[in-house]
T-cell receptor, first 116, second 112 residues
């Protein structure tokens, strides 16, 4: 089974609808992240969480909200979807940095969201 | 402030020839640097990472990268390209381990 899972994998919705993307992980990591990927722009950070009570805005948080329901679950919501939120969304996890080593991130398979 | 610049948005090589994907970084602190690969319709997979232990880092599938502090570079290389290397490659920097900053990606095409 995959360590980081995302549901749904594909979603088509209409402008103004509320939508939730879910991420679950079995890696036991405290840190979880949500990114969006747009062609030519790489991955941009939306929100990140270092534990259940710690939520932080990333580079492009406007129009999004998140919920950390448990150590293993981190959900991303679009309260009122708009077409320019059409993108590929990735969830990622990482361990707490140890010493001088900043541990790598582990990514889910992505959710392709289309807002019409 | 941290940032990554991937100098080529597209690279095309013939199968069996060397691969060079260029990455320059900016960081106020000694950074950790990563290269990830994304195959079509797939998630991101770690190729290799630099965490100050050794400047020449070897990764999976024959890839390696060299950290050059004086040039603020972390270029990815492979001696001989394979068709299966065709993918999108991302250079990533983290100076604190709290946030990770991605480059805009380099699309690698391998010509048979």
């Amino acid at each position: 089974d995959a360590d980081v899972t995302q549901t749904p994998r594909n979603r088509i919705t209409k402008t103004g609808k509320r939508i939730m993307l879910e991420c679950s992980q079995t890696k036991g990591h405290d840190r979880m992240y949500w990114y969006r990927q747009d062609p030519g722009l790489g991955l941009r950070l939306i929100y990140y969480s270092f534990d259940v009570k710690d939520i932080n805005k990333g580079e492009i948080s406007d129009g999004y909200s998140v919920s950390r329901q448990a150590q293993a679950k981190f959900s991303l919501s679009l309260e009122s979807a708009i077409p320019n939120q059409t993108a590929l969304y990735f969830c990622a996890t990482s361990e707490y940095p140890s010493g001088e080593s900043y541990n790598e991130q582990f990514f889910g398979p992505g959710t392709r969201l289309t807002v019409l | 402030a941290q940032s990554v610049t991937q100098l080529d948005s597209h690279v095309s090589v013939s199968e069996g020839t060397p691969v060079l994907l260029r990455c320059n970084y900016s960081s106020s602190y000694s950074p950790s640097l990563f290269w990830y690969v994304q195959h079509p319709n797939k998630g991101l997979q770690l190729l290799l990472k630099y965490t100050s232990a050794a400047t020449l880092v070897k990764g999976i599938n024959g890839f390696e990268a060299e950290f050059k502090k004086s040039e603020t570079s972390f270029h990815l290389t492979k001696p001989s390209a394979h068709m299966s290397d065709a993918a999108e490659y991302f250079c990533v920097v983290s100076a604190t381990g709290n946030q990770f900053y991605f480059g805009t990606g380099t699309s690698l095409t391998v010509i048979p």
